[in-house]
């Protein structure tokens, strides 16, 4: 590590853990390169190479040496802050390393490799639309959580095992209940937009010209504070972003001639990045340089493509650049349509391009479905039906096929499982932090409108970013906001906005 | 491994070489990364990343565990075929191993991050042409060279143990003999040519723009047997090749507006690419699934650019197209004077842009000095002003600045120390090797100038790349010409093509 302490041991332990992030970032920059650069031949190798870079770094992390390191470090660990960085990466590292203790680190490399297998595989499956191709690869994907679940004392849900890998420390439990909350307040909600006149975003249709897309988003991300020096944007079949380190920032989209979906999807990545960019340097090198949560991690994406990107102070700033950028077809079309537009509420089948009502039942479908399937409740077989029949049941649409239906998403390919419930956590901690940002930047709106986000950046810097993984999430929230999740303000921002576009009472 | 054996302990073996293999590859991966996609503020995680990449995989490969599967096999390896991939593994694996045993991982790991933190800087001191930058860097890279060859037993020259890690098995003085015959026949034919009335080449000036180049460079890839689903192409600032796997061949060219070279670079680095890309795949995840040396594999690069890129039959057929892509530049010029123009001799600055005779006096003058540096004899701070003497006195040229001197080259920098010499070795092969092909392929030129190149690429898998590193390469050439390395071929080859354009006697 950079800065020696004036305690060999511990420096000792940083430098060994050290090593294992330098494997976990490699093992991102792997995963990076597979989604946006790698030639469909270098697919079986890239497993195997993911597999054994998992295997090393589980290793290191449970070896004897840094077992023995943390024993020595008990009294040290005791004389420190809790906040310390020192304390933070201790502990962190302690938990961490408990738990991967009890699962082998061949395993581990297991599911890395069958991960990457998938998704190789998934590209194709899903342009053929073809989830019969997909069946083997996902079962498998399946089948190695629950020999990792079964690495640990039964818990209330097995799933809460899976669970703990993106929102450490929330169950399963907790998070249906939050769910419970989402769907008394949505389903009514989306209900009573459908009793109303629809907004027209006729307009919206093809063709969008990429070069022109990716012009705008240019300007865009430079504004929001994007910079060639550490950042890189790149073509992904799904979008995503990740961090090489905290200066090498990799975010990815998808353009697409159809639509303009691209410019809420660059959003959507730049919020991850900018989590990652804005981790204290002194943490750089240590474990704790990532987001607290995936959660927490969603909140910054959601908030920069929602609260910031749908927002009428940021169109009053950028529309009239989108106009200049299309003006065939925005020439003729008012900011205010444009607004309504890009928030209008129609059930659809694609979760990412969904509406911010809508979008939560996508993502209860799927925190529901892999569930079962963990459970062996819904077989994978069976899955394509049950997710058709949920599809129906909760947004009333027809799914017409598997590309927009259950092969739509990378992360059960990803062996992401576990992952989805993580993004309506990030859609209500959003509205938690952005009523403390509105309270303590009272300009704000004023400030989008002038394109000027340093402040709100810095912000996020203080209260959220710089900590990195140092706090979890349930404890970052209290910091932050003084309370645990609550789903009140989200609803309550939901049926002000959408109240207001649909003339609700 | 994909395939098991019959003997358990071989696989266990296999397996656990595969995963030193497949961190091999993953370093290579960083490697590309850093010089093709990496932003800026990547450059201090990346060189950790490599560093402790190194550390492990070489921890690996001197494991007692592989000592000992070694020492178990060594009945097995009795029982096997020479020629055998088991055998040649096995022997592969005992050599390296006992090489590594001798040097601490870390130091390994060391050694690659200074490489890579002086890679990163020697981009911008070269755009800079600031030689006084990369000082610090260049030293530390010779420093660390000179503990790893403290490592080992003394040899003849220290300079043997770091030519050992590119050209296997050959030594110092070996290559000195070789390049004192080169100079012999070299030095008068420059001479001679010097004499002579200079070949026209005022049409190849400024500028060709660069998509066109593009455009014409893929089409001529494709023929020779560029595929985009197991290859790359991208842009670096000094070109090199590079394989993730067999089917994972990234190579790079680096275009300019000013000239044409990017095509010759690219052939070249095509070379390199089809060598990997040949190995048998049973290799595919061996330490085998490598060129045998970067000698060998300079003479499959150097052949392509050369043999084949700057001949007659080539030109034939590609030159109507490269007068399609640049009308206004080549409508008017016949083909014979193009021909001329890409053979010109002419003493000049840069190594890459050099033409086949007074490039190897570029590779003689770094070859001798980075001996005199690793010696001591030449310090790194007097490295410029020996370069710059000794540019004037083997090629009458006078540098004037760095860019164009002693920053041109990245090996220094990137720590491939020892390495340069490979290139001419390269060279000297390629018409070994070329000979050969003429007596076995009579109707060569008649194939190259129908863009067919099949046979040629059959003819370098069957004989040279399917076998990767199973054998070295005096053992290889051996097997494939029936002599050690001899530079006869390359003269007579030189004073036949030059003699004809130039009219010599």
Redesign the interface.
Known sequence: VAVATENETYDAFAGRV??FW??F??YW??DW?QRT??????A???A??L???T??MYE?LTSAEIGDLLEELRDYEESLDYDSDEASLIRFTRREREKFKRVPPELCGEMARASSQALSEWDGAKDDSDFARMVPYLKRNFELRREYVACFEPAENDYDHLLDEFEPGMTTAEVATVFDQMKAGLLPLIAEIAERPQVDDSFLSSPWPIDAQKEFEAKMLERFGFR?????MDETGHPFASS??P???RITTKHRLEDLHSIFSSMHEFGHGLYEHQVSPAL??TPLARGASLGIHESQSRMWENLVGRSRPFWRRFYPELQQTFPDKLGGVELEAWYRAINKVQPSLIRIESDEATYNMHIILRFELEQEILDGEVSIEDAREAWNARMKEYLGVAVPDDAHGILQDMHWSAGHIGYFATYSLGNIVSLQLWERIRAEIPDLDEQIEAAEFGVLREWLRENVHRHGRKFRSKELLQRVVGSSIDSGPYLNYLRAKLGEIYGLS
Chains 1, 2 share one sequence.
């Open positions: 050290a090593e330098d494997l970032k490699v920059l792997l390169d650069m790698m030639p469909p031949g270098g079986a190798a890239r195997d190479q597999a054994t870079v295997t090393v290191r060639p020096d550490s950042w890189r090489v380190s200066t090498d920032i750089a090198r």
